[in-house]
Each structure stands twice: as C-alpha cells, then as structure tokens.
C-alpha cells in the first residue's frame, strides 16, 4: 500500500489547513486510516483514526478543532484543522492499518505562527 500525503503548510495561529492522503495498492477491508503527528522532540502522536467501517475517534488535544474524514470509494482520508495553534507545530503522517499491514506515508510539515 502506497500513501500520498497533501496539504501542509505555513499558517497563522488561528487559522485552518485541510490535509489529504490517497491510498493505493493492496487495499483490503476492514482497516484503519489515521493522522499521526510528530513534533520536534516530542514522541509521534496518534491524533485522529477512522475506520473502514466508521469508528472515529481524536486525541484530546484535538478534539472539537480537527475532523477526520475518509471516502472509501476513493481510498482517501482528510483531517480539516481549524483554530490551530503553535503547538499543533508538527510532521503529520498518515497510516494505513490492518492486523496484517501497516503502512506510512512521507508527511506533510504543518507549521502554526504565533
């Protein structure tokens, strides 16, 4: 399974981005696609998690600001962010789960200003 990550990028505190990523290959059901985040010196994050079968769920640190989406006729999974801030600073990552694959995109570099 290939992910192709999109949609990072410079943004005042405040402000909002939408993040995209495509699976293609070896897709089978049911499984996960997530939004992982990793900050500079920070442990990597799971931030949000959508299942094929519509689980979802966010870490508290995001809850009620990013929303997790994913279309399973086209394999791809989107994270709106809204009222970002400095520390949502961080290489976002997308992953593909099943108990039998596991796979990760390249990220995409969001960066909040204060």
């Known amino acids: 399974v290939q992910l192709q990550a999109s949609g990072g990028g410079l943004v005042q505190a405040g402000g909002s981005l939408r993040l995209s990523c495509v699976a293609s290959g070896s897709i089978r059901r049911p499984n996960d696609m997530s939004w992982y985040r990793r900050a500079p010196g920070r442990q990597r994050e799971l931030i949000a998690k959508?299942?094929?079968?519509?689980?979802?769920n966010y870490a508290d640190s995001v809850k009620g600001r990013f929303t997790i989406s994913r279309d399973n006729t086209k394999n791809t999974v989107d994270l709106q962010m809204n009222s970002l801030n400095p520390d949502d600073t961080a290489r976002y990552y997308c992953n593909y789960w099943r108990h039998d694959q596991n796979y990760w995109g390249q990220g995409t570099q969001v960066t909040v200003s204060s």
């Open positions: 959508a299942g094929s079968e519509g689980v979802i």
